[in-house]
Nanobody, 125 residues
Framework: QVQLVESGGGLVQPGGSLRLSCSASGDSFGAGAGAWFRQAPGKEREFVAARRWNGGIAYYADSVKGRFSISRDTSINTIYLQMNSLQPDDTAVYYC??????????????????WGQGTQVTVSS
């Protein structure tokens, strides 16, 4: 069964940076995409970023565009989320996801089949 393992979360001060990693085992994703979602306490899970595995298209939520960057290493089935200029509103549990979404679902939870366990990101002084 496919499993996704996340790392890189932690506590940072406002303005700081973190890089999250997510590595998948058990499958290949040549025709799919990797994505990041996040969920703050009491709120719904929301889309953060996604990138197609082999293409050059990246998608970002308006709230993170210009600050976050998603990348991937196809040889090791790993996606990354580089987070810069972090703000307290970025505090959430971050989840990675792999799947084969069509264009209309690439920003949605339903577009992805496999999910990581989540990693906590806390931005506070």
């Amino acid at each position: 069964q496919v499993q996704l393992v996340e790392s890189g979360g932690g506590l940072v001060q406002p303005g700081g940076s973190l890089r999250l990693s997510c590595s998948a085992s058990g499958d290949s994703f040549g025709a799919g995409a990797g994505a990041w979602f996040r969920q703050a306490p009491g709120k719904e899970r929301e889309f953060v970023a996604a990138r197609r595995w082999n293409g050059g298209i990246a998608y970002y939520a308006d709230s993170v565009k210009g600050r976050f960057s998603i990348s991937r290493d196809t040889s090791i089935n790993t996606i990354y989320l580089q987070m810069n200029s972090l703000q307290p509103d970025d505090t959430a549990v971050y989840y990675c996801a792999f799947g084969k979404p069509i264009v209309s679902t690439i920003r949605t939870i339903g577009g992805y089949r496999y999910w990581g366990q989540g990693t906590q990101v806390t931005v506070s002084s």
